[in-house]
């Protein structure tokens, strides 16, 4: 049997022990499954409360079960759901009794989500929606993916696609009456009005600020500097726990430390890196080298220095650089301050002098970066970069259009080819195993 005929089962809730689990099946056994487990099929969409038995007869829980005969389901088959108490040796015995059922299997990771796609309940835009859903980790995250998820981009790249497929017929119609006269301009000009409209709209989108994409995956922010400036205590900080051991002596840090912060909805990822200094210690060496390539990769560069420092080396990038005054507690006639017009602060990271002022300026940085993104369309490279191939190709269709109908009809064709793999409508198995095996086991 080919896998996709098997039926498939899973955890779809969280990791055991928890009050209440959820185990998933889905494809042309479910019925059966549930059967056997339930002792008959409920009515569907409802949920019944049923003492589950295995194969055997023997009892596993009382659980309530619900049927979703497919097409009507999430993943167009077929589906039974079983809502047990989240107990490590009911979920073991459940999961048992279902896998000696014939032609059912334990799922993939992302199967459920493929099943979906691949029946026409989602398209690729949506799936990736989904995935992103799942790993958010911000409010902001969060509503972008479920804009994502509820079509934003794929809505839109399906009425494009259309009104491409719609001036792609005006355009062949007139090298079928190519002998006819007036014809072919008739019938050439509203598809060419139609292809400038279409390459504007995506030209616009494409051009829109914002670092969309980024949301995705975050700020980063490295916090460098010499040795024995603050830069372990200022982390420690901003995590509100001990992440970095803080210690009198120079050198401390070796390796850079990441912690994952929520600044009001932004994903920022802060790196305490090592001191950057001159030494012999191979050790610590290395740690420098990674702190000045941690630096120069980030997007924001937060260069601890003590209150009285003069200029001294700084790191290398295309980075913005704020200077951090730190230990200003240890210092006379120097109070918290910032930002100064230079983008340079004055805090005590042991006491948190002057740390609402960095934070809230850390949060605005984020905000210019991160640009407009509530309705931002575009959210991954690879949408980004088959929008480029169709906009391509949609203003060479209006160059060609007066060399030859049918140069013209070819590009038409690529356009609505590249929107078709955006939507994952055409030729995408060769990213599908990447996009769905990044889920977890039973979504």
């Known amino acids: 049997m080919h896998p996709r005929d098997q039926t498939i089962f899973a955890l779809s809730s969280g990791r055991p022990p928890s009050a209440i689990a959820v185990v998933r099946v889905s494809g042309p056994q479910a019925g059966p499954v549930l059967s056997v487990l339930a002792g008959r099929l409920p009515a569907p969409r409802q949920a019944s409360r049923r003492l589950l038995r295995d194969a055997a007869g023997r009892p596993i829980d009382d659980s309530v079960v619900l049927w979703f005969p497919g097409p009507a389901s999430a993943t167009g088959e077929d589906i039974a759901e079983f809502h047990v108490h989240g107990g490590r040796a009911?979920?073991?015995?459940?999961?048992?009794?279902?896998?000696?059922?014939?032609?059912?299997?334990?799922?993939?990771?992302g199967e459920f989500t493929r099943r979906a796609f691949e029946n026409g309940k989602l398209d690729l835009t949506e799936a990736e929606g989904l995935d992103d859903l799942i790993h958010a980790d911000t409010d902001r995250q969060r509503r972008q993916a479920l804009r994502q998820l509820q079509g934003?981009?794929?809505?839109?790249?399906?009425?494009?696609?259309?009104?491409?497929?719609?001036?792609?017929?005006?355009?062949?119609?007139?090298?079928?009456?190519s002998d006819e006269g007036d014809v072919p301009a008739e019938l050439r000009a509203p598809a060419v009005k139609a292809v400038k409209a279409l390459q504007d709209e995506i030209a616009e989108v494409l051009a829109a600020q914002g670092h969309?994409?980024?949301?995705?995956?975050?700020?980063?922010?490295?916090?460098?500097g010499p040795p024995n400036v603050g830069k372990s205590t200022l982390i420690n900080q901003l995590a509100r726990r001990d992440v970095a051991i803080v210690s009198p002596h120079a050198g401390t840090t070796r390796d850079a430390i990441e912690v994952q912060l929520d600044l009001e909805g932004y994903p920022v990822t802060v790196i305490d890196t090592a001191g950057i200094r001159e030494t012999d210690d191979p050790v610590e060496q290395e740690g420098v080298r990674r702190a000045r390539a941690r630096a120069a990769d980030a997007d924001l560069v937060l260069w601890l220095t003590s209150p009285e420092a003069t200029a001294e080396e700084r790191t290398t990038g295309t980075a913005p650089v704020w200077t951090v005054r730190n230990k200003i507690d240890l210092a006379e006639g120097v109070s918290a301050a910032g930002?100064?017009?230079?983008?340079?602060?004055?805090?005590?990271?042991s006491r948190g002098d002057g740390?609402?002022?960095?934070?809230?300026?850390?949060?605005?940085?984020?905000?210019?970066?991160?640009?407009?993104?509530?309705?931002?369309?575009?959210?991954?490279?690879?949408?980004?970069?088959?929008?480029?191939?169709?906009?391509?190709?949609?203003?060479?269709?209006?160059?060609?259009?007066?060399?030859?109908?049918?140069?013209?009809?070819?590009?038409?064709?690529?356009?609505?080819?590249?929107?078709?793999?955006?939507?994952?409508?055409v030729d995408v198995e060769d990213v599908l195993g990447a996009i769905f095996q990044k889920f977890c086991i039973g979504k």
Not at 154 to 161: F, L, P, S, V
Not at 406 to 423: P, T
């Open 355 to 425: 740390l609402p002022e960095l934070i809230n300026s850390m949060v605005g940085f984020a905000a210019e970066f991160f640009g407009t993104s509530e309705g931002a369309l575009v959210t991954r490279a690879r949408q980004r970069d088959l929008l480029h191939q169709a906009s391509d190709s949609l203003r060479r269709s209006l160059v060609l259009v007066e060399e030859g109908e049918e140069l013209a009809a070819e590009e038409l064709r690529a356009a609505a080819y590249a929107l078709g793999r955006l939507l994952g409508r």
């Open 212 to 224: 969309s994409e980024r949301l995705r995956d975050g700020l980063v922010v490295a916090i460098a």
């Open 339 to 349: 930002p100064s017009a230079d983008k340079t602060f004055a805090i005590s990271a």
């Open 90 to 109: 009911v979920l073991a015995a459940l999961l048992a009794a279902i896998s000696v059922i014939p032609n059912t299997r334990a799922a993939e990771p």
């Open 152 to 177: 934003l981009l794929g809505n839109r790249a399906r009425d494009w696609r259309e009104r491409i497929i719609e001036a792609s017929a005006l355009i062949e119609a007139g090298i079928d009456f």
